[in-house]
């Protein structure tokens, strides 16, 4: 975006107020300049600021109306707008406006632009008339996509006109004044009030009810800001707005999120349908021209789909006579019906045959065959999300500003979410703004999914065979519904968008995916529907969905196709390179959420309550507002927590007058007295926390951990999640026992018994899989291992096996993988070597339209050949050579251009052979550091490792401990080390071994 223009969807050209316009003054509330027009001449333009500005409670807010009709002090300091606005009659608020937010320059003439809707309008101006004070930005996009931007805009414009006028409506309301809930079991629902339009103000009411009574209402899943993670700052201002709703003639606010789940959930009357030449709707001109885009958009609207025109045809009979055999299958998954007659006694199958369209004719008999049933529309395609007539709604039906309320609900959500017919998930708007389609793009087709269940649900046993292995809706042995309905929706996405998948799905990066919250919502709900904007799913189809998105990443990992047929384009593999060479592995890089959620609930449906560690362990990687909700949200789903104290067993419930420092200091108590002193491996860094002044042995609950502990596992299989315990892999302690118990004192300084082995003699600065700008951690690492023991063979296959804990594919000792080693290096110091790693893991990779352009040269010829002679000396020294014919490629680099056939070749194969390594890696903790202790060992540690800092071994525990003296035999835990040649007891088989008495503080 330049200074002077901005280009909005390559057509819509507006120039910016600030650089296009000069001499701004005002009139009372009329705007005056002089604007640029884009042949660069100077013309007088004004715009009447009273029509576009409204005052509410003191504030300027745009699309409003009359704020100088009370304003005083009316001032512009260069392009900010200042006044002194009435609060009440004897109040003023000084307030401001910036007007280059919303004011531009379109060819001379000033006018309002929303950017983030999509829509600009000339009212106020008075040197434009127009019969139409709304219009969207023409584009020369297709017409399906362009009719949907349009109504997307036109229901932002109307909703954001009305936004003041409704405001102003409720001004005078009393705020809503919650009575006292009459029972600990009674909880209040709400009832949306239907309208006329989707800009209608919201009214509604609250009624209370008992649970124990087995009342009938749905229960709503959201987020309370914005529901998406990675947004612009126009987006997260839009997103902070709070709207007024009218409930039983009081005053409630709630956030735009939640207002636009309000507005989704209440049931409107279908628009009326405008008919055109021949009496036809939208939809059957649409079917008739084979726009299937708009077909599907219209159907989601509520388009009517028995309509006729004035030859009795239906949206499906234009279909079957144009062959367009897409919206064919679409209209009657929707429910058209195929045995419909126009007015010359044709139906839609007559109509194909008749233009001998043979593939329309064989899906409308395979159709027939199943009987004709108009009715029978999928849950994608409904209008109305539930038939409930009311929900719960925790922002509503709780008393956020009384906190024993609040406490009393929060104990009983799981009971509540349980006891829901339905649970109805709200994602948020099905985009990020009006140019952004990835989640439409993705949801779109998702319909062609529905046909692999009944009634929006899977069998059983198709569940358990896709969390199995995802990639079985592609297999021979798939059920042929499944692999049916997988290659049919797969063969709609858009090959590269494809690709994309292996770095990340922005859609699975909403908010929604992040909360803690949703943890129990899911878990205890009878049944689930996920809505995202004007799309639905039943939770089934949704992780249908996601098994085939997780499927088909790991195929293309190892280099098949999804959709079949060998080999994957270049694309894939600058994709995988990405991932390969990432430095953050975090949620959902192999797994997406909705994966990991359902085992969750599989794990809770088929064992009970799921332990307290696993459930903590799941809750930290997941985000909530307040601390302490990282406890108190999986209350519902787990066993419960108990600790022993003076007084007796005490139960944590929540309660929100207790700090969440306390909170946690009962939590590390719990599970130090559940499961010993292996807790010390849910430590993670000394990061700034938000909960200060915590023992380093208490888990800090707000830092997360998404990758698996070395000295205590929370299984992931899907038959045992429920399981938890400390690390069979490795026995560092060889079972060593405290001769005192391990206990706290009063200020939570933890008394143990351990064997200080050894200390930390020096270490390397990058993480594992960072090599280093020029390779320069190879000579690291030569370095390192110059120092041990050992032949040259002997060190390196030491320092491979430690880079991954000697752990690989659930097999420990690691298998020989030197060969996968040596082709994972060549991969990483060929990269670092034409300095495109930074590129490759930049965010834009996944943006560019020709994702090959990441890996040409940023070198120069002489710096690639400097960086060539010190990589060959240092793979020497790891006993990896390069043969004559590599080392010729490589001194011709700044030659490589992924568009020759050579080239590609080449790199294709580099990729490839440093994949089973790279995939290895990234199971592992790779923010951990290569170290040397003292006495000649090699391992892993925590980045905030230094230097000096011990190596104990702690009876009742698996793996050494890296611990940080203090004073006076006072230690700070630092983390879990791995210690290549200690790891089974080798350390303390010595009966004479000396173990100290010491606290971690």
């Given amino acids: 975006m330049s200074a002077q223009s901005l280009q909005l969807n390559g057509y819509f050209k507006v120039m910016a107020l600030n650089t296009t316009s000069r001499n701004l003054s005002l009139d009372g509330t009329s705007l005056k300049a002089e604007c640029q027009n884009e042949e660069g001449h100077w013309k007088d333009a004004d715009l009447e600021l009273d029509q576009l500005l409204g005052n509410l409670s003191g504030n300027f807010v745009w699309m409003g109306k009359d704020f100088g009709k009370n304003a005083r002090d009316i001032r512009l300091e260069g392009f900010i707008l200042h006044a002194l606005l009435p609060t009440s009659p004897t109040t003023w608020n000084p307030t401001h406006v910036d007007l280059n937010d919303r004011i531009c320059n379109k060819d001379g003439l000033l006018c309002y632009m929303d950017r983030l809707n999509s829509f600009y309008c000339y009212r106020g101006s008075r040197n434009r008339e127009t019969e139409h004070s709304f219009t969207h930005f023409s584009t020369p996009i297709p017409v399906d996509d362009g009719h949907r931007r349009y109504w997307d805009a036109a229901e932002a414009y109307e909703i954001e006109s009305k936004r003041v006028e409704n405001e102003k409506a409720f ?132 388009a009517d789909i028995m309509a006729q025109d004035c030859f009795g045809e239906t949206a499906l009979h234009y279909a079957a006579e144009k062959n367009r055999l897409e919206i064919v299958k679409l209209l009657v998954h929707a429910g058209s019906s195929i045995s419909k007659l126009d007015n010359s006694r044709r139906t839609p199958m007559s109509c194909a045959k008749q233009n001998k369209h043979n593939k329309v004719v064989e899906f409308l008999e395979s159709m027939e065959r199943l009987g004709d049933r108009p009715d029978s529309k999928g849950i994608f395609f409904r209008r109305t999300i539930t038939n409930e007539e009311y929900i719960w709604i925790d922002a509503l039906c709780v008393n956020q500003n009384d906190n024993d309320e609040k406490a009393t609900q929060v104990a009983m959500m799981g009971r509540i979410y349980q006891s829901a017919k339905s649970v109805i998930v709200w994602l948020g708007r099905e985009r990020q703004d009006v140019h952004d389609t990835s989640a439409e793009d993705l949801l ?271 299984s992931s299989s899907a038959r045992r999640i429920d399981r938890i315990y400390t690390s069979t892999i490795y026995s560092a302690a060889l079972g060593l026992k405290h001769q005192q118990p391990v206990h706290h004192t009063p200020s939570y300084s933890l008394l143990l018994e351990g064997f200080k082995w050894n200390t930390v003699e020096e270490m390397m600065v990058q993480g594992l899989s960072d090599i280093g700008s020029d390779a320069s951690t190879l000579t690291g690492w030569i370095n390192l291992l110059s120092k041990l023991n050992g032949t040259p063979a002997e060190r390196t296959e030491l320092l491979w096996r430690t880079l991954i804990s000697d752990e690989a594919l659930g097999t420990h000792p690691a298998q ?127 980045e905030q490792t230094k230097v000096g800092d011990c190596i104990f071994i702690i009876p009742e525990t698996s793996v050494p401990y890296v611990l940080r003296p203090v004073h006076d035999g006072q230690y700070k835990l630092v983390g879990e080390a791995y210690v290549h040649g200690i790891m089974h007891g080798e350390a303390v088989r010595d009966l004479a071994i000396e173990m100290d008495r010491f606290s971690i503080i």
């Fill in 171 to 302: 001004r005078g309301l009393p705020s809503f004044q919650y009575p006292p809930l009459p029972s600990k079991t009674s909880i209040r629902l709400l009832k949306i009030e239907d309208s006329a339009k989707a800009s209608d103000a919201i009214h509604c009411s609250l009624v209370v009810v008992d649970l124990e009574k087995d009342p009938h209402y749905n229960a709503l899943s959201y987020t309370w800001g914005s529901p998406f993670t990675n947004s612009t700052p126009e987006l997260e201002t839009f997103y902070l707005k709070t709207t007024s709703i009218s409930c039983q003639g009081q005053l409630l606010s709630v956030r735009q999120n939640l207002h636009d789940a309000l507005r989704r959930l209440r049931k409107t009357p279908p628009a009326t349908e405008k008919r055109g030449r021949y009496n036809k709707t939208p939809i059957i001109q649409a079917a008739e021209d084979g726009h299937t885009r708009l077909v599907r958009t219209l159907l989601l609207e509520g």
């Fill in 816 to 942: 020989n993988m030197f060969n996968q080693f040596q082709g994972w290096v060549k991969f990483l110091s060929c990269i670092e070597m034409i300095g495109c790693s930074t590129l490759l893991v930049d965010e834009i990779t996944s943006k560019r339209t020709y994702p090959q352009e990441v890996l040409y040269p940023q070198k120069s010829r002489v710096q690639i050949l400097a960086t060539l002679a010190q990589i060959q000396q240092d793979l020497s020294s790891l006993c990896i050579p390069l043969s004559n014919a590599e080392s010729e490629r490589w001194k011709t680099l700044d030659e490589f251009t992924p568009e020759k056939g050579g080239y590609a070749d080449w790199y294709y194969g580099l990729e490839t052979r440093a994949r089973s390594f790279a995939e290895v890696m990234h199971q592992k903790d790779i923010s951990r550091r290569l170290f040397r202790t003292q006495n000649g060992y090699l391992g892993t540690c925590p």
């Fill in 444 to 714: 779109m087709d998702a319909w062609k999914l529905e046909p692999a269940g009944k009634n929006g649900k899977l069998d059983e046993s198709i569940l358990d065979l896709l969390l199995d292995d995802p990639q079985r809706h592609l297999s021979p042995s798939a059920p042929p519904s499944l692999k049916a309905a997988a290659t049919d929706w797969l063969q709609t996405v858009d090959e590269r968008e494809m690709c994309r998948w292996l770095l990340s799905l922005p859609y699975l990066n909403r908010s929604w995916f992040e909360r803690a919250w949703i943890i129990q919502e899911l878990i205890m709900g009878r049944e689930t529907t996920v809505v995202c904007g004007q799309f639905q799913f039943s939770w089934d189809m949704f992780l249908l969905l996601f098994c085939i998105v997780d499927g088909s990443r790991a195929l293309m990992r190892r280099g098949n196709n999804p959709r079949g047929g060998t080999g994957v384009g270049f694309d894939t593999i600058v994709y995988r390179s990405s991932a390969m060479i990432s430095r953050n592995i975090g949620a959902g890089t192999f797994e997406s959420p909705v994966m990991m959620l359902q085992r969750r609930r599989r794990a809770f449906n088929r064992f009970g309550a799921i332990p307290a560690m696993s459930a903590l362990s799941l809750s930290r990687n997941f985000n909530t507002a307040d601390a302490r909700d990282k406890v108190f949200s999986i209350l519902s789903v787990c066993s419960s927590i108990k600790l022993s104290t003076e007084s007796g067993q005490h139960i944590i419930v929540p309660n929100y007058a207790q700090t969440a420092q306390n909170l946690f200091l009962e939590v590390g108590v719990y599970l130090l007295q559940t499961y010993g002193p292996c807790i010390l491996s849910l430590y993670k860094g000394l990061e700034t926390s938000t909960v200060p002044a915590l023992p380093s042995w208490i888990p800090d609950l707000t830092i997360p951990i998404y990758s698996q502990s070395l000295g205590i596992s929370v």
